[in-house]
């Protein structure tokens, strides 16, 4: 009797149970209408975006280029995590079989390791636009501007392959339930009834490389800026350029911030509550935030959308 309860106990799970941003019934109407809206209003933007760079020849520069990568690269995201969060406020906790619950989060490292990759390349597009503009035409010639863009898409591709290879391969034997509205590696790792020190310093390792690695990236190219800013005779210039740096650096912030909190110490935050509303900033407020603060504010994207309406 003994050892086949034994035996029952190390049966692997066939499926998590997600408990959702919120189990409370009350709430969850009213949550699902606002993050439904919010989920239509990013993809919206983001299509806008897509479609206005990739029909206009004014907006055929490497900036641009990078920001449309981003707008497709959102869409895919908020694809990956909203629909699970949705289902849970609609229905409640809901149940997901161990392979689909192993392909979001193979798609959600993917995306997050390329947003990372993408922002830095975005901040080191404006450092040599503004720091070395003569050397702009050369130094981010399309030839460079793919080999970034691809370097970003395959690089999250290769992260996420290893580390969801790594996580796939652990043991679950129970219990089964996420306090989280998708599959995260966090929550994931400490449902783990195996050895984790391995996963744990891959994922530690890869969060440093991927994560810290182009944090620094763009930290340089934006305090590059700003010295060469400061530099600048005119004070209208310093003025504008202050203020694109400013709202790009408040998204890098928020973005890495969240992120960092949760994937460079994953496995024991005792907090689930607040690693789901860090989430929550990462996957969702900040994919809606970004086409408002990269695109929608600047002057030549509003010159472009003004003759797609035909506005005066």
């Not at 070395?132 to 399309?142: C, E, G, I, T, W």
């Not at 600048?232 to 912030?253: D, N, Y």
Request: hydrophobic share 50%.
């Amino acid at each position: 009797m003994e050892s086949s309860l034994e035996l029952g106990n190390m049966t692997r799970v066939q499926e998590f149970v997600l408990l959702g941003l919120s189990t409370r019934p009350g709430i969850r109407n009213a949550l699902f209408a606002v993050f439904l809206t919010l989920y239509l209003l990013t993809l919206l933007e983001n299509t806008l975006i897509i479609y206005l760079i990739c029909s206009h020849s004014e907006l055929h520069k490497p900036m641009y280029f990078f920001l449309g990568n981003l707008s497709c690269l959102e869409m895919c995201y908020v694809s990956v995590t909203m629909p699970s969060l949705l289902l849970g406020l609609w229905t409640g906790p809901c149940h997901v079989p161990f392979t689909a619950c192993m392909t979001q989060l193979f798609f959600f490292i993917v995306l997050i390791c390329t947003e990372c990759t993408l922002l830095a390349s975005m901040a080191y597009d404006r450092y040599v636009a503004i720091c070395r503009p003569l050397h702009y035409p050369l130094l981010m010639r399309p030839q460079v501007c793919l080999g970034l863009a691809l370097s970003s898409w395959i690089g999250g591709l290769l992260v996420s392959v290893v580390k969801t290879s790594c996580i796939a391969s652990l043991s679950y034997c129970g219990p089964n339930v996420l306090n989280q509205f998708f599959c995260d590696v966090s929550p994931l790792l400490n449902l783990s009834c195996t050895h984790v020190a391995l996963t744990e310093l891959v994922d530690f390792i890869s969060a440093i490389v991927i994560f810290c690695g182009t944090l620094l990236v763009a930290l340089a190219s934006y305090s590059a800026i700003v010295v060469a800013v400061l530099l600048m005779p005119s004070a209208a210039a310093r003025r504008k350029a202050f203020s694109t740096c400013a709202s790009h650096l408040i998204v890098v912030g928020i973005f890495y911030s969240a992120a960092l909190f949760i994937y460079c110490r994953p496995s024991r935050i005792k907090s689930m509550d607040l690693n789901k509303v860090l989430s929550v900033i990462y996957t969702v407020v900040t994919p809606m935030c970004n086409p408002i603060i990269y695109c929608l504010r600047n002057k030549e994207v509003h010159v472009v959308l003004r003759k797609t309406l035909h506005w005066p």
